[in-house]
């Protein structure tokens, strides 16, 4: 079928008995490709050889697929989307399309989206919803939903079912198939289904279009064989499976020359960087020790896990110099009882003792963290447990949630026997310790100079930029628009629960970001 017989075949009202009978025959083809999550069949992963490729290249046939079009990328979730997302853009623009910042103007719309919690996929079945009037407006305009909500059956039958507005649907093994997709959906009436459930390849050489000259995003690794019982992550994102060093080292090279301040090494479960690699002894101590070397004035990573968070990792971040002194570390729960439960594989006292290894090497350490409340069977003690962790531990920042069952993970199997009214309870009080203890962190800056990484102007005020500390402090202050991606000075004159303002001594680096 050429493009102009899918155009008008487009018209017709989707709605009607043929196509019903096409989405039906495409859902059985569907299962065949990815069963629903089973915790069982997916921890006997592991005998599948992971393939590199370093070979990555735009077809012929299909260059200059996108010239007269433009298309628009709608991002939800979590850092790795957003890489995803800078990945699907490079190709859009090697193949001849131009980026648009409005559905209007879009010819092609992908929704790269997040499953880790049930409102994240609400709103992309809104926005599915909001998108059908557009399509009948535009027949011609490609409506695409791909990221980890494609790689859950239930959520690809639905759309099958409900949304015949949508032209594909591809997942998160397959974004570098993008051109072969959008060829097909062109050439297609059906909707174009393809998802893997393959543990996932290791795909080099993928162009990517940055967001921004200042701060860059660098996958080392891929997947997550953890299998915490509330997170789906480990059924859509595949298993672990770890870029090579030398690519890794290369990547951040090429970024360090392009005038980069800042990197932010990315994994689902980053510090279990290294274990799958044959026969190397090199995980991500020796990574980061490796990284610290090259001439880029920042280096972060996220996010960790207490489990794999290793005496040598602590060591090389104990060196400073480029390696910022901010760590996210998940707690989830301060009740061993419930860790156990959501198979975290540590108790309280272990992730005590992992945080006093890393305050005694890096006394100023800023620990952040992620809280669930309202777990399957967690009690008012278990709850209390958790409160009184976070005041031990001294965490300046917390990013808390209400538990709510994802389907296809052990825990929706769970009784969710926490009434919602104690749930929010809980939250409230957690919250309540978050801010004080935010505003605690902030006080101490006060009076203080400190190195921000200026980003661009403040979001309420033009007139005031805005930049983070080593310490992944927001600081706001008036300064030259000269000083954006530039790393400066700045004395703190005021402590707010979430940020800090202040005033611009001097610049400390000069260096133009390129």
Not at 162 to 167: H, L, N
Request: proline share 4%; charged share 30%.
């Amino acid at each position: 079928m050429n493009e102009k017989q899918r155009l008008d075949s487009n018209l017709v009202d989707a709605a009607n008995s043929s196509d019903k009978k096409s989405a039906k025959d495409y859902s059985k083809y569907f299962e065949q490709v990815i069963t629903a999550p089973s915790l069982k069949e997916a921890k006997k992963r592991g005998k599948e050889e992971v393939k590199y490729h370093n070979d990555f290249a735009i077809p012929e046939e299909f260059r200059g697929m996108g010239e007269g079009r433009k298309f628009y990328i709608r991002t939800y979730g979590c850092q790795m989307n957003e890489h995803d997302t800078e990945v699907m853009a490079g190709i859009f623009l090697a193949l001849g399309y131009e980026p648009t910042d409005s559905t209007e103007d879009a010819n092609v719309i992908l929704l790269n989206t997040c499953a880790i919690r049930e409102n994240a996929e609400n709103k992309v079945f809104g926005e599915l919803g909001h998108l059908k009037s557009l399509k009948l407006e535009k027949p011609d305009l490609l409506i695409g939903v791909c990221g980890c909500m494609s790689q859950e059956e239930s959520v690809v039958n639905k759309i099958l079912k409900t949304y015949q507005q949508v032209d594909m649907i591809f997942g998160t093994h397959n974004i570098h198939r993008l051109p072969n997709i959008l060829n097909e959906a062109y050439m297609s009436k059906e909707m174009v289904v393809e998802v893997w459930s393959k543990e996932g390849d290791v795909i080099e050489n993928l162009p990517k279009v940055r967001r921004g000259k200042i701060k860059a995003w660098v996958n080392i690794m891929y997947g997550c064989d953890k299998f915490c019982t509330y997170c789906i992550v480990p059924f859509t994102r595949g298993k672990e499976r770890s870029r090579r060093p030398e690519e890794i080292i290369h990547e951040v090279r090429q970024l360090a020359a392009q005038g980069y301040q800042e990197v932010t090494l990315l994994g689902q479960n980053v510090n279990a960087y290294g274990k799958d690699l044959e026969g190397a002894n090199y995980g991500l101590g020796e990574l980061m020790d490796d990284l610290r070397k090259i001439d880029i004035p920042r280096i972060r990573f996220t996010t960790s896990h207490p489990r794999d968070f290793d005496d040598r990792l602590i060591e090389v971040l104990a060196k400073g110099g480029n390696l910022m002194d901010h760590i996210h570390l998940p707690v989830q729960s301060g009740s061993t009882d419930v860790l156990k439960i959501m198979a975290r594989k540590y108790t309280r006292e272990q992730y005590l003792e992992l945080v006093r290894k890393i305050k005694a090497a890096i006394p100023n350490v800023a620990l952040t963290t992620d809280i669930i409340v309202g777990y399957p069977n967690e009690t008012d003690e278990q709850f209390e447990e958790t409160m009184s962790l976070y005041r031990e531990v001294g965490y300046e920042l917390a990013y808390t949630f209400i538990y709510s069952p994802r389907e296809g993970t052990p825990a929706a199997k769970m009784e969710d026997n926490v009434p919602m009214e104690v749930k929010k309870a809980r939250l409230q009080r957690l919250n309540a310790l978050v801010n004080e203890l935010s505003l605690e962190a902030m006080k101490k800056h006060e009076g203080q100079i400190v190195d921000v990484l200026v980003e661009g102007e403040s979001k309420n005020n033009p007139e005031v930029l805005a930049g983070y500390t080593s310490r992944n402090k927001l600081v706001n202050f008036a300064a030259p628009k000269s000083a954006i991606g530039k790393i400066v000075k700045v004395k703190i004159t005021q402590a707010k629960t979430w940020s800090l303002n202040g005033e611009m001594v001097e610049e400390l680096q000069p260096a133009e970001v390129k």
